[in-house]
């Protein structure tokens, strides 16, 4: 399980991981991994630019960190 922290100018778009029987929604915070991969979608907010910053944590993960600017 991959739980996806977001802060600045954005919002959640969606998540992913590539397994087409998942039942698993795809609006959350959160995916499991599948073959080791999950996606978080971010989008900006209208007329609001900035920093997007993401963390990404898991069970045995070290935490990943990325920050985007947003124009």
Do not use: C
């Amino acid at each position: 399980m991959v739980r996806f922290q977001v802060w600045g100018a954005r919002k959640i778009a969606a998540v992913d991981n590539g397994n087409p029987a998942t039942a698993e929604p795809f609006h959350a915070n959160y995916r499991k991994a599948f073959n080791g991969l999950a996606l978080l979608i971010v989008r900006s907010s209208p007329r609001e630019a900035g920093q997007i910053q993401v963390v990404a944590t898991g069970a045995g993960l070290a935490p990943a960190r990325l920050v985007i600017d947003s124009r």
